[in-house]
């Protein structure tokens, strides 16, 4: 097993640029830290390298023993790391999806790793961030996602070019907002449909809201407002599929 | 207006004590740190005092204008603060109350704060918190509260005592868990009702779960889990009366 002794390795200093987000983008790549994280990446068949302190533990190729001091510098936490990998950031392409989840400028690393987590449990076939949302392999948001991040296709791109290609495909366009808008428990589920939420503290932009083909808004009768990833889950689970069980008990 | 100088100053030391949780459980009282959580707490009657390098901009009395450097001595922030108000802790009755948010252990300060901010915007009466959850007075869950804390009782009791009295006032008890329970979406509203949410990593005690009337879960097809905050959103919308429209359109 090949070893890296000194933090000043070629290499670990070209990995550690991914601690980046220029570098991340320019790539196509990012880093996973913690075994569990690196486990899961690796179901996903993502993982190029893994360097570790406990290299041996792992079953994967290419995998780099190095000490821990080496691995801490392609870590992003105070605390340092046992084992990081290299990883492929998944792609995939918006036609044939059914269930999308559009992101507007969530900036709240926790929120979006969040919604990821949500999308994944609802089984939603991609999520869609706009240009100015969080980057996305932030470690905060890498660890709010349990690990989910590596079960769905994560895009990055022109939210209204996105929603046009969409509507033209057939998807129904469903934007959250507080004015103008249906109550959610009116709503019928399409049978493709794409939910976008919108900034913490702006919302949906108004250019989206004009071009979805419906807008929603959660019912509520008290305070002022739901917090974004609380938004996104009753809007999810309201429009998922439930099982026949013949009207309430 | 008083001022005080120097923040070796004996009240300034005995108020950043509120700074520890032990000072909080035994005075019944807390700090409220920047402009936006102190108009809360004044709309609520909740401030005592105000302790600010603009003192003068507050209508209420007692104020003291303090120079920030004091001021920072009360706050909790690494950035300091420029206001800061010391407020009574909200106390309530769990008799005449119809919906109740009952939280077993949360442990992430912001997971609390979102729980009550979702419980005011669906008008819950009150948040009745285990021994075992986060302090609701950290000054994250404060923030993540968005200013919604000081619109609804938060009591910190024993859980098991309270399930019980609550059932004798002829409160339906409703669990959240993965095992033995009915889908949510087959739950018809008890007319009165109280829903116990659980620790991020090991859900509603055992206990609970076998004294409550009724045990949901919410329907998922996908990934393992949800966020708690983001579960107790769908559940606490799901159960809140929507205004009639005759069916779903």
Redesign the interface.
């Known amino acids: 097993m090949e070893q890296i002794e000194s933090s000043a390795n070629g290499r670990i200093k070209e990995w550690a640029k991914l601690l980046q987000k220029k570098e991340r983008d320019k790539t196509g790549r990012f880093l996973a830290e913690g075994d569990h994280l690196i486990e899961e990446a690796l179901r996903e068949g993502l993982v190029e390298v893994i360097i570790s302190d406990h290299a041996q533990d792992y079953a994967f190729e290419p995998k780099i023993l190095a000490p821990s001091h080496v691995v801490a510098k392609l870590s992003a936490s105070v605390s340092g790391a046992h084992s990081v990998a290299v990883c492929r950031q998944k792609k995939a392409e918006p036609s044939a999806m059914n269930r999308i989840l559009m992101l507007d400028g969530i900036q709240d690393p ?1 929120n979006l790793g ?1 919604l990821i ?2 999308a ?4 939603y076939d991609a999520v869609i961030c706009s240009e100015k949302t969080v980057d996305l392999y932030n470690d905060k948001v890498i660890r ?1 996602t ?1 690990g ?1 991040l590596f ?1 769905i296709p994560v895009l990055r791109t022109d939210l209204e070019a996105c929603v046009r290609q969409l509507q033209d495909e057939g998807v129904c366009v469903i934007a959250t907002t507080l004015e103008d808008a ?7 589920r399409p049978e493709r449909y794409a939910v976008i939420l919108g900034n913490e503290g702006s919302g949906v932009s108004r250019v989206l809201q004009d071009s979805a083909d419906v807008r929603v808004r ?10 974004v ?6 809007m999810m ?2 429009l ?1 599929e ?2 026949e ?1 013949g009207g ?2």
């Open positions: 926790g969040t987590r949500t994944v449990s609802f089984q709010s349990q989910s079960h249906v109550p959610l428990s009116s709503l019928s959660i019912e509520m009768a008290g305070f002022e407002s739901l917090n990833a609380v938004a996104g889950g009753i689970y309201e998922s439930k099982p069980i309430r008990q």
